[in-house]
């Protein structure tokens, strides 16, 4: 399998013997066959109950994701759509990130694509090879070029998600994630999706990467200040952080050919993310319930995660 990025918990760590981390992390429906090991520096169990023993095969058929290219057409991107329970306006950051460049994932055939969308080249924030977001380090370890396509914090106030006044869940307004060339919301297959930025609102506390915020509860108006609990990477259903299996504010792209049976932190190629706002804001700042679920399908829309509030 070939090593794409690297992911770094805290700045300067690196954690080795990725093949014994990969056999100790389990999926949704059963161990998935990869475990984007050019993610696993920082995919390591949190402390937690002792994981089971993985089966002694995999489901799949041994092979891996290297390029977009190797995929149909069909499953080159992804959906996202957002839906806000709460009656409280929801500001949002999350940002879409992909390799490119020789060895990276995004072939050069489909790089243009990929910057009509929206996608744009990170500036690098450390030596060359590394970049920030919010508190996430990510280092480049294959290709030449990080491309990153942000959501909600970069755009106008009015753009975030609408409050649900009298908090009626039928009557909640759902957004989709949509390219910037033509409006589609079939939007270039990421490596990465990652919460959070440098905005104070949203970037983590003290260090601590699953700390760092994906939505906050705000104001009715406009450019109001947050109020009630913002919801960090540990409570986002489906983060590697919320998952238990490492401390990165991130959902990652299963990179095996194998779509029904993911890991609890991973979307598919081609595949449909619901994300749901609940009506939580008033939650304390230490109630272990999630405050975003979502819903992830395949292309077949065969359902490969719940909500699980």
Known sequence: MKSLLRRLSMPGVFIALIAAVSAIVWGCGGMSPFLAAQFASNITPRPGPPPEPPPTTQPGDGDAIGSVCELDAALRGITVSLTNQAQQRVRYAMTFVASAGTGGFVCDAEVQNYLNAGYTDAIPTGSGNTFNIGCDVITLL??????????????????????????????????????????????????????????????????????????????????????????????IQGTVCNSGAGTAPEWRLDESFTDDVVQPFQFVAGGTIIATVLDRASDSLNDARNQVVWQVSNEADQIVHNPNP
Not at 157 to 168: F, R
Not at 172 to 195: H, K, M, Q, W
């Open 142 to 235: 294959s290709g030449n070029r990080l491309l990153v396509m942000d959501f909600g914090i970069n755009e106008l106030p009015e753009q975030s998600l609408p409050a649900n006044v009298g908090g009626d869940p039928s009557t909640a307004t759902t957004i989709s994630l949509r390219r910037r060339d033509n409006g589609g919301t079939f939007v270039p297959l990421p490596e990465l999706i990652v919460f959070g930025d440098t905005d104070p609102n949203f970037t983590c506390l003290g260090g601590d990467l699953c700390t760092q915020r994906g939505f906050v509860y705000s104001g009715a108006a406009p450019g109001n200040l947050p109020i009630g609990k913002a919801v960090d990477a540990d409570h």
